[in-house]
Every structure is written in structure tokens, then in C-alpha cells.
T-cell receptor
Framework: KAGVTQTPRYLIKTRGQQVTLSCSPI?????VSWYQQTPGQGLQFLFE???????NKGNFPGRFSGRQFSNSRSEMNVSTLELGDSALYLC??????????????FGPGTRLTVL | TQLLEQSPQFLSIQEGENLTVYCNSS?????LQWYRQEPGEGPVLLVT?????EVKKLKRLTFQFGDARKDSSLHITAAQPGDTGLYLC???????????FGQGTELSVKP
């Protein structure tokens, strides 16, 4: 079974621009979560989508948004980029969770650099 | 706000030594996962524990979930250079795909 794929792997943008990142989950997985990883803050939860609906949201400004398609693929968008948005953006997928289990499988990430 | 405190943050040891990484919280989690991440890559799931007091072994790695489901530990026996990497603990809630991550432990095993 193929793992989680993310495109692009690397991206360079300038302040004020917007960016769209893509994530394809493991086949059969319906939940997709997004995380931001920086050296100072570590891994922080952005949001989660399940069956095309946002099910959970982290504490990030409205410039960060996402969506999920009927095939479970997901995109996240960051508008009006700031220097502090430079980070590794990780996508993770999971099957419908069993009671108490939240096994998530991560993609390789998209390295975003904002200049 | 749920927080996970991971210690130590950095660990540099010689090949063959044993080590333990701790993950502590004041909150109860429905599950706890351990990941290993290499530079430029996404975290790779090592284990998930869901029952208080649960112990799982993966070759030289032993994982334990505290009785109250608030803390966990990872013990590595006879560490090898291939164990080098960033180890992350993450707590899960009852449902949904939100994980709370610890800050990570950067492990370096020297030959």
C-alpha cells in the first residue's frame, strides 16, 4: 500500500503571496490532519478533515485554511504569507479511529520558505 | 490546554549504552504514540499504546503507558548509531485526528 504523499516537497515564496499544498492519504484512510513543524514550536496541529468536513481545528489564524475532496485528498492554503510561516508542513492520514486509537501516518512534508 | 513535556531534549550517548526518554502530562490521553523522525522527512510511527499500564516491545525498544494514561516512557537497550534521530511522543484524544506533540528528544548515538 502506498504511503501518504505530499506535493510539492519544496516551495519558496515571498511575503504577501499565497500557497497551496496538497496531500494524498493512504488508500482507504478518510481522515487527514495537517501540522506545522518549526524548530522553536515543534509540531503543532493545524486542522483535521474527515469526510470532506473540518472536524478539528488548532490555534492558527484564518490565513490558514484547508479542504478535503470526495476522494479524501486534501489541500491546505496559506494566504498573505509571513516570514514566520516558513516551516515543514506535514500531512497525516488515519483510518476511522477505533475506540481510543488515533494512529496517524505522516507524509514526507512540504518545506516552505518565505523570503 | 493539553501539554506534553518530553525529556531530555538532547541526548548524546555511546553505542551500546541504554537510555530512557520520558513524556509527561497533567492531562489524560486516550492513546499515546511514539514517532521517530529523520531530518527532512516526516515522523514514522513506532508504536501506539492505549491501555493504562500497557507495555509494548519492539526489538530493543520498550514503550510504557502510565497507569493513569498521563505519561509514557521509551527505553532503548544497547543503542546503535542507526537509532540516531528525533523521537516524538504524541497524545491523542477520544476521537478525531488531533495529536498533541511533545517537543521531541534529539538522540545521537556515537560509534
Amino acid at each position: 500500500k502506498a504511503g501518504v504523499t505530499q506535493t510539492p516537497r519544496y516551495l519558496i515564496k515571498t511575503r504577501g503571496q499565497q500557497v497551496t499544498l496538497s496531500c494524498s492519504p493512504i488508500s482507504g484512510h478518510r481522515s487527514v490532519s495537517w501540522y506545522q513543524q518549526t524548530p522553536g514550536q515543534g509540531l503543532q496541529f493545524l486542522f483535521e478533515y474527515f469526510s470532506e468536513t473540518q472536524r478539528n481545528k488548532g490555534n492558527f489564524p484564518g490565513r490558514f485554511s484547508g479542504r478535503q475532496f470526495s476522494n479524501s485528498r486534501s489541500e491546505m492554503n496559506v494566504s498573505t504569507l509571513e516570514l514566520g510561516d516558513s516551516a515543514l508542513y506535514l500531512c497525516a492520514s488515519s483510518a476511522v479511529a477505533l475506540a481510543g486509537g488515533n494512529e496517524q501516518f505522516f507524509g514526507p512534508g512540504t518545506r516552505l520558505t518565505v523570503l | 490546554t493539553q501539554l506534553l513535556e518530553q525529556s531530555p531534549q538532547f541526548l548524546s550517548i555511546q553505542e551500546g549504552e541504554n537510555l530512557t526518554v520520558y513524556c509527561n502530562s497533567s492531562s489524560v490521553f486516550s492513546s499515546l504514540q511514539w514517532y521517530r523522525q529523520e531530518p527532512g522527512e516526516g515522523p514514522v510511527l513506532l508504536v501506539t499504546v492505549v491501555t493504562g499500564g500497557e507495555v509494548k516491545k519492539l526489538k530493543r525498544l520498550t514503550f510504557q503507558f502510565g497507569d493513569a494514561r498521563k505519561d509514557s516512557s521509551l527505553h532503548i537497550t544497547a543503542a546503535q548509531p542507526g537509532d540516531t534521530g528525533l523521537y516524538l511522543c504524541a497524545g491523542g484524544e477520544n476521537q478525531g485526528g488531533k495529536l498533541i506533540f511533545g517537543q521531541g528528544t534529539e538522540l545521537s548515538v556515537k560509534p
